[in-house]
């Protein structure tokens, strides 16, 4: 089946340092990939819609400058958590469609971050 | 607005059958998905309605009422494995994933 590969599982940093997530789609190609944060005992919140080749697309609230997102690739999209505060630690967790609708959405294995 | 509503938990026997009940509003409709999550991982694809009815799986059926905005996820013979939280999530008109806040399924002995 069509999986997507995250790393890093769980990284731990100091306030005001960087973070970048990678996202790799192993078997097909992702023309879009999906990046959500999920606070505990809370739902899937997307932040961002990336387009291979093109900018990402921000959901209401979510700072762009803050969530860098890079699709360069068909292949890879990441997310870099820019200046990272504790009320940054999440879990960020990213997606991609791989076939029709039917065949549903694919999830990399997410990524905790913690800022301390 | 958009809006999905699902009990937030549940608890249930080994062995025994339930039923998760989700319900949907959204920006016009393009499916209705179930996922399955344990804590510390990500989201794994259970299924998919887009036509009112019945979708069995194994296990695990799925059922779609278009007129009523309304899903059920129902798991037959429960193992202790399957506790976990279980995600609906609305595709809307512009094929965007609006998802529920889970419900936690607990499995009893």
């Known amino acids: 089946g069509a999986v997507v590969s995250q790393h890093p599982s769980w990284v731990i940093c100091k306030s005001g340092t960087s973070v970048k997530i990678e996202c790799r789609s192993l078997?097909?190609?992702?023309?879009?990939m999906f990046w959500y944060r999920q606070f505990p005992k809370q739902s899937l919140m997307l932040m961002a819609t990336?387009?291979?080749?093109?900018?990402?697309?921000?959901e209401q609230g979510v700072e762009k400058d803050k969530f860098l997102i890079n699709h360069a690739s068909l292949t890879l999209s990441t997310l870099t958590v820019t200046s990272a505060h504790p009320e940054d630690s999440s879990f960020y967790i990213c997606?991609?469609?791989?076939?029709?609708?039917?065949?549903?959405?694919?999830f990399g294995s997410g990524t905790r971050l913690t800022v301390v | 607005g958009q809006n999905i509503d699902q009990p937030t938990e549940m608890t249930a026997t080994e062995g025994a059958i339930v039923q998760i009940n989700c319900t949907y509003q959204t920006s016009g409709f393009n499916g209705l998905f179930w996922y399955q999550q344990h804590a510390g991982e990500a989201p794994t694809f259970l299924s998919y309605?887009?036509l009112d009815g019945l979708e069995e799986k194994g296990r695990f059926s799925s059922f779609l009422s278009r007129s009523k905005g309304y899903s059920y996820l129902l798991l037959k013979e429960l193992q202790m494995k399957d506790s976990a939280s279980y995600l609906c999530?609305?595709?809307?008109?512009?094929?965007?994933?609006?998802w529920g806040a889970g419900t936690k399924l607990i499995i009893k002995p």
């Open positions: 997606s991609a469609r791989f076939g029709e609708v039917v065949d549903g959405y694919t």
């Open positions: 078997d097909f190609q992702a023309t879009t």
């Open positions: 990336s387009n291979e080749g093109s900018k990402a697309t921000y």
């Open positions: 999530a609305a595709m809307d008109s512009n094929y965007q994933l609006i």
């Open positions: 309605n887009v």
